[in-house]
């Protein structure tokens, strides 16, 4: 068994390595169907180190859906739910966002910060993780503003 799982390990980094730089770059992104595939950088929960996987992505309203069936064995799934805090990349952008994981045995965290249309779906998949499915609710962080302008303003002439 342990073979299998080094192959299969293998060849997921390996295809990883080929299309994570095109999704990234946008190619791919859920635009007019809401249906496609993002990057999304995770931190390592032993490690600390980011690391980017590319995702099978379903939109929904702003927030975006990832699945896999790999369910205990998906390593970005275990990373997702010791760090929420992430980033994804959409259309060629980074986007900072609130991870909601769904897997075996667990919960999405808090889901009354989600919208109605999305802790209706999170409370839907959960029975799909019986049968070793995992999924995560993307929401995006809305970002600070940034510092103000140090800028002194100028003066009309007179």
Do not use: D
């Amino acid at each position: 068994m342990r073979n299998v799982r080094s192959i299969e390990t293998e060849f997921f980094r390996m295809l990883n390595r080929v299309v994570e730089p095109r999704i990234r770059a946008g190619c791919a992104s859920p635009r007019l169907v809401p249906g496609g595939l993002v990057v999304v950088e995770t931190k390592g929960r032993k490690s600390g180190r980011l690391s980017r996987v590319p995702l099978v992505a379903a939109r929904f309203q702003k927030h975006i859906l990832v699945s896999t069936f790999r369910g205990r064995r998906s390593q970005w799934v275990k990373n997702l739910a010791a760090h929420p805090e992430i980033r994804f990349w959409l259309r060629g952008r980074p986007v900072r966002a609130t991870a909601f994981v769904i897997s075996p045995g667990r919960r999405p965290r808090r889901p009354r910060l989600l919208p109605p249309l999305l802790r209706w779906i999170a409370s839907f998949l959960v029975p799909y993780t019986y049968a070793g499915w995992a999924f995560a609710i993307l929401a995006p962080r809305a970002e600070a503003a940034g510092p103000p302008s140090r800028r002194t303003p100028r003066r009309r002439a007179a």
